[in-house]
């Protein structure tokens, strides 16, 4: 929340009667300066330097809190107050809310949970001054019973960003009693300005964060209702397939029930991922593979599986057909790739890469092979036919499909990911 910053006009300094104050003079000489101190000048350079190496190393702070904890604590050992505090408007821009502060010794503290009205007078004192940046005024320094411990130079200066005032930093020599140097001011200033833009920023980064993560979360929890739904249905059909004696009926039960499993399985991965936007395709047909594996009995009929998946990301309306096609290419080697009487060691190949941009995902195997009659555009096996459609159609990939010399099927499609 920003509020503007009416009552500071005007970049010149100006006397209680609001005249421009006359330069190149000391007060009460009337003599003309001698001219700037080399000396003080250096140490001045050497100053500002170390400040603008710190507000770069403020820009890269990762939220409001560490960057006001930062700017105090340079001000108290960089810039020489003894006491400093920075308050920004709250979000509804009914009071002040502190950051950081110190206490009446010149400790650093954590003030986020107190508040100032908008009324305060050193905060009207701000707003109302002449000055387009700095305010100050001789103070005294109260302990918690009241009683006098300090007097000295108070100073504070308006944090904004452009016209819309952001908060305050305020910044005393009240224990020691010092003179706040002209230096000083300066340096106050400078920061004074860089915290009030460099707030505004980090503000409206942790508002996106806080967007973002939000959407995140109802996806994460979208993808966990979808799973939930389809290991419902998943288990539906188990049931169902129990209460029929025909083993037709009970297979294409078994193969419904895995391809809902291989859908509720991307929206599973998707629900733990750190991005739940985007699924590691290489990871999900290592799942899936495993759990196949366990369907159609693999290690009984001692069958090896060659893996070799590259980290490719998907999105979920790919890396849904993708675990279709995975799942119907896998299930029909371990269908027919092996039948009885074979005699060999069965393997099982399956690759993931991007070549080129593209995915391409590989099913292979050193089975019986592929029947020489088999045309993809004419079949009429279910499992085929979803490979082809989802492959072509879905993916507008290619698919290819070929004999190995030597025995053995080769699957390979490949596609654009969005």
Known sequence: MTVSLRGIAGGDKRGPAGKPKPAGRTRGTGKRNAGPNPKRTSEF????TQLLSKINALSKTKDVDSLCRMAVEYSLERIGFDRAGIWLFAEDGKSLVGKFG??????????????????????QAIWESREPALFLKQDELRNERAEVVGRGNHI????????????FFAADNLVTGRRITVQQQELLGLL??????????KRAEERIRAEIREKEMLIRETNHRVKNNMQIIASLLNLQARHSTDPSVVRMFRESRLRIQAMAQVHEML????????????????????????????DRKRIVFRLDAEPVLLDVDTAVPCGLIVQ???????????????????????SVHQPDGDCELTVSDNGVGLPTSLDVDKTETLGLSLVRMLGRD???GTLDIRSVPGGGAEFRIRFRPK
């Not at 985007?278 to 759990?291: H, M, P």
């Open 102 to 123: 110190t206490d009446t010794m010149g400790r650093l503290q954590d003030e986020r949970g107190l508040t100032l009205p908008l009324d305060h007078p050193p905060v």
């Open 45 to 48: 350079s050497v100053r500002l």
């Open 394 to 396: 879905q993916l507008k």
């Open 328 to 350: 119907e290419l896998v299930s029909n080697v371990l269908k027919y790739a092996f039948p009885e009487g074979w005699a060999g060691s069965p393997e099982v190949r399956i």
């Open 192 to 201: 004074a300005v860089s915290v009030g833009h460099l707030c505004t920023l």
């Open 156 to 167: 504070m200066a308006g944090l904004w960003n452009g016209e819309q005032a952001v908060g």
């Open 271 to 298: 629900y733990s991922s750190n991005v739940p936007s985007r699924l590691d395709f290489g990871r999900y047909v290592e799942s899936l593979t495993e759990k196949l594996k366990v369907s159609f009995g693999t």
